[in-house]
C-alpha cells in the first residue's frame, strides 16, 4: 500500500541534491512578481476588496506559484524521468506497479508545490501582510492545490508522446485559467460566463480559499471550495493511473 | 508444486492486430543459464516481459518462481532480478546512492541495503567507486552497475537482455565470470543475446525464437550435433564461381551467401584437398557452431 513512498524518496534525494537550483527556480520567480507588481502597481491602485493591493495579490500568488510548481513537476520533470530516464522502466522490475509510480510521483509534485506554496506565505507574514494565524490554515489549502494540478498535470504526461504536448496545456489551459482565476484582480469583474467557467476549474477555488485566510477571515462556502479541489485531485489520479496502465502495458 | 524457476505455456501477445508471440511454451529449471535466442523481432523481449508479469498475454500462462503472473507478479518480482537491454540507472546520483535508491523499491532497509554495498561493489568490480557520479562511468561500468542493481535483493532469477552488446572484450568476460559465478551460487538465468558464441558459452540450454513461435530447444551442444554437419569452410574469393559446383560434390550441403560459400560437412578432407594450392580462393576451416544452427533455421536474410 505504502509502495509508492519509495518513488517519494528517490525524487526527495535528487531534490535535496540540486536544493539551491530547484528552490531558486521555484520560489524567485513568484516572489519578483508578488513585490514587483504588489508594490509597482499597488501604488496606482487605492485598495481592493478593502485591502492593499500587495495583500490581495499576496494570496492569489501563493495559489498560481503553487499551481505552476506542481504543473512543472509533474509534468515536464515527470516526463524526463518516464520518458528520457527511462526511470519508471527500472522501477517496475521491482515489486510496484504502475499505479505505485503514478501515486509517488503526484504526492511527491504536490510536496513540491507545498513547499513553494509554504514559503510564500512565509514571506507574505513576514512583510506583515498575514493579518492572523488563521493564515496558517493556508498550508493544508496550499497541499490540495499541488495535489490537484499534479493529478492533471500527470495525466498529461502519461499522454504525452513528446515534449511539445506540455505548451498546449501550459498556454491554453494554465494560462487563461491563471487570468480568470481571481489571481491578479477580483474575478467578479468577470463577464458572467467566463466566471462560471472560472467556478469549474480548481485556481479559482484555491484563490477563494487562500485569500479570506490570509486576511485572518474563514473563508465562505470552504466545504465547497476543498470538495472541488479533492474531486480534480482524485478524478485526476484516477485518470493518471487508468491512462498509465494502458501506456506501460504496450 | 512444480520446481521449475520459470514457466510459460501457449504464451500469446499481439500488438494492433500483428501477432508477436504464437503459443510459446517454455519451462527454466532452478539454478539453469537459459538463453533465449532470436533475430530482432522474434519476440524475445515480449517474452521477457510477459514472463515478468509488466503486460498481460492474451493467451497462455506464466508462473514466475512459483506465481502466476501477472497476478501476483509483485511477490513474484520481490527475488527476481533484471538487466534491461539499455541502462537505465539513475543520472542524479552517484554509484552507491543508485543502489540504496532501488533497495528501497524492494522494501529494504537503509542498514540492510548499506552492508551490501561494499560485496555488491566487489562483485561488480567498482569496489572504491562508491561515490563516483553516473556520467564519470564507462558503457561496462554501467553495465557492471546495473547488474550490481540487479542482485540488491538477492535474487533467486536474474533476467538479462542483452548482457554485453557494445561491450568491449575485457568487460565482456568479466560479466561472463560474474555470471558463471551467479549459477554456480545456485541461481537461475535468463539470458537474451545476439551473441551465439556468448550463448554457447554460458547456456546449458538455449530456445531459438524466430516469428513468435519456438522453433528449437536443446543444449548448444545438442543443437549443433541435430541440425548441422560437424565441419565448416567458408571460402571466398575471385574463383569461387567456378568452383560452386566442385563444392557441391564434395560437402553434402553448400549455401552461398553474397561472396561467400559455407559448404558444412561431417569430413572436411575432401574439401581441403581440393582447396590446397589454390590462389584464387581463401578459406577458413572451424568447428561449427551455434551460429551455424541459428542462421540455418531463421535464414540469412536480414531482420530489422
Excluded at chain 2, 508479469?53 to 508462473?63: H, S
Amino acid at each position: 500500500m505504502l509502495r509508492f513512498v519509495s518513488v517519494w524518496r528517490r525524487n526527495f534525494l535528487v531534490w535535496r541534491k540540486l536544493f539551491v537550483a530547484s528552490v531558486l527556480g521555484n520560489l524567485a520567480d513568484p516572489l519578483i512578481m508578488l513585490f514587483g507588481l504588489g508594490y509597482g502597481l499597488g501604488a496606482l491602485l487605492p485598495s481592493v476588496e478593502g485591502m492593499s493591493y500587495i495583500a490581495f495579490f499576496a494570496a492569489g500568488s501563493l495559489c498560481s506559484a503553487t499551481m505552476y510548481t506542481a504543473s512543472f513537476e509533474s509534468m515536464f520533470s515527470a516526463f524526463s524521468r518516464m520518458h528520457g530516464q527511462k526511470t519508471w522502466d527500472a522501477i517496475l522490475y521491482a515489486p510496484l506497479v504502475i499505479d505505485d509510480v503514478v501515486a509517488g510521483e503526484i504526492v511527491w509534485a504536490a510536496s513540491k508545490a507545498w513547499l513553494t506554496g509554504s514559503t510564500i506565505l512565509a514571506v507574505i507574514a513576514l512583510f506583515g501582510f498575514a493579518a492572523s494565524p488563521l493564515a496558517l490554515l493556508a498550508l493544508p489549502v496550499a497541499f490540495l492545490v499541488g495535489l490537484a494540478f499534479s493529478s492533471v498535470g500527470l495525466v498529461m504526461t502519461v499522454l504525452a508522446r513528446g515534449w511539445d504536448f506540455f505548451s498546449f496545456y501550459m498556454t491554453l489551459v494554465l494560462t487563461p485559467m491563471i487570468m480568470i482565476s481571481g489571481v491578479f484582480f477580483p474575478a467578479e469583474r468577470l463577464p458572467g460566463p467566463v466566471l462560471a467557467a472560472a467556478k469549474l476549474l480548481p485556481l479559482w477555488h484555491g484563490v477563494e480559499l487562500a485569500r479570506p485566510l490570509v486576511a485572518g477571515r474563514l473563508p465562505a462556502h470552504a466545504l465547497l471550495h476543498l470538495g472541488v479541489l479533492v474531486i480534480y485531485a482524485l478524478a485526476g489520479c484516477a485518470a493518471a493511473m487508468v491512462f498509465a496502465r494502458r501506456r506501460f502495458s504496450e | 508444486m512444480n520446481d521449475a524457476a520459470l514457466e510459460a505455456t501457449g504464451l500469446r501477445k499481439s500488438y494492433g492486430g500483428a501477432e508477436v508471440l504464437r503459443g510459446v511454451d517454455l519451462s527454466v529449471p532452478r539454478g539453469e543459464c537459459f538463453g533465449l535466442l532470436g533475430p530482432n523481432g522474434a519476440g524475445k523481449t515480449t517474452t521477457l516481459r510477459l514472463c515478468l508479469g509488466l503486460i498481460a498475454p492474451q493467451g497462455g500462462e506464466a508462473r514466475l518462481l512459483g506465481h502466476p503472473v501477472p497476478r501476483e507478479a509483485r511477490v513474484a518480482r520481490e527475488r527476481v532480478g533484471v538487466v534491461p537491454q539499455f541502462d537505465n540507472l539513475d543520472p542524479d546520483f552517484t554509484v552507491a546512492e543508485n543502489l540504496v535508491v532501488y533497495g528501497r523499491y524492494f522494501g529494504l532497509g537503509e542498514a540492510a541495503i548499506e552492508t551490501r554495498i561494499p560485496r555488491l561493489l566487489e562483485f561488480a568490480g567498482l569496489a572504491g567507486r562508491a561515490g563516483a557520479k553516473i556520467t564519470a562511468l564507462s558503457g561496462g561500468m554501467k553495465r557492471r552497475l546495473t547488474l550490481a542493481r540487479a542482485l540488491v535483493n538477492d535474487p533467486e532469477l536474474l533476467f538479462m537482455d542483452e548482457p554485453t552488446t557494445g561491450l568491449d572484450p575485457q568487460a565482456r568476460h568479466l560479466i561472463w565470470e560474474r555470471l558463471r559465478q551467479l549459477t554456480q551460487e545456485g541461481r537461475t538465468i535468463v539470458l537474451t543475446t545476439h551473441a551465439m558464441e556468448e550463448a554457447e558459452r554460458l547456456c546449458a540450454r538455449v530456445l531459438i525464437l524466430d516469428g513468435g513461435r519456438v522453433i528449437a530447444l536443446g543444449s548448444p551442444r545438442e543443437l549443433i550435433a541435430a541440425h548441422i554437419e560437424p565441419q565448416v569452410l567458408e571460402v571466398h574469393g575471385a574463383g569461387l564461381e567456378a568452383w560452386l559446383a566442385t563444392a557441391r560434390t564434395l560437402a553434402p550441403r553448400v549455401e552461398h551467401a553474397g561472396e561467400t560459400a559455407f559448404c558444412y560437412a561431417a569430413d572436411a578432407a575432401p574439401l581441403l584437398a581440393d582447396l590446397a594450392g589454390r590462389s584464387d580462393l581463401v578459406y577458413l576451416h572451424r568447428p561449427a557452431n551455434l551460429e551455424d544452427v541459428f542462421l540455418k533455421l531463421t535464414g540469412r536474410d536480414l531482420r530489422d
